[in-house]
């Protein structure tokens, strides 16, 4: 195993342990909502707390889009970005594409999840923002130190998928 490798491969377990960490001590602390037990409010509940996830979306593509703006890279078809530009455009796409099955792990959670334990949709949200956070100033550091991150989200994003459905066909 090279160097680099070692890295990933220290980065993405301790990733996993401390998104685990983190998602279980977020929903401790965290009251589950006084709400009716309908699905409607379930999913507006959740969809409250996809808000911040996607504010550190919008930052992502926004840091890019002023970088290109201040630069020569506005026009995108001549090549002229920055090392900074290109990460910050290789994280942007990364969160989309966890977003994406973020956002659906979590609406599947609030519907199935007992009403006791809808605290976890408020952790996992807060998580995924921590996470990406996480994920974007390793990509800047050095592009393997991107490991925690990558890991600490695609795993929360697979656990709450496979809970989903655990719970959907129980």
Excluded at 15 to 32: R, T
Excluded at 44 to 51: E, G, K, N, S, T
Excluded at 96 to 114: C, H, R, S, Y
Aim: proline fraction near 5%; hydrophobic fraction near 60%; glycine fraction near 6%.
């Amino acid at each position: 195993m090279t160097q680099d490798q070692k890295t990933v491969a220290v980065g993405a377990a301790s990733g996993i342990l401390g998104m685990l960490v983190l998602v279980w001590g977020l929903s401790s602390a965290i009251a589950p909502p006084v709400m009716a037990d309908t699905a409607a409010d379930r999913i507006a509940y959740a969809l409250r707390w996809a808000v911040p996830p996607a504010l550190l979306f919008f930052a992502m593509v926004a840091a890019v889009g002023n970088a290109r703006f201040a630069s020569e890279a506005i026009d995108p078809t001549v090549g002229k970005e920055s090392p900074k530009m290109i990460v910050d455009g290789r994280v942007a796409d990364n969160t989309l594409q966890q977003l994406v099955l973020f956002l659906i792990g979590m609406l599947a959670l609030a519907i199935t999840l007992p009403i006791q334990q809808l605290d976890i949709v408020a952790a996992v949200s807060i998580t995924f923002v921590i996470v990406r956070i996480a994920f974007w100033i390793g990509y800047r550091i050095k592009p393997v130190y991107r490991a925690f991150g990558f890991a600490s989200t695609a795993y929360m994003n697979l656990g709450m998928l496979i809970a989903s459905l655990w719970l959907w066909l129980r």
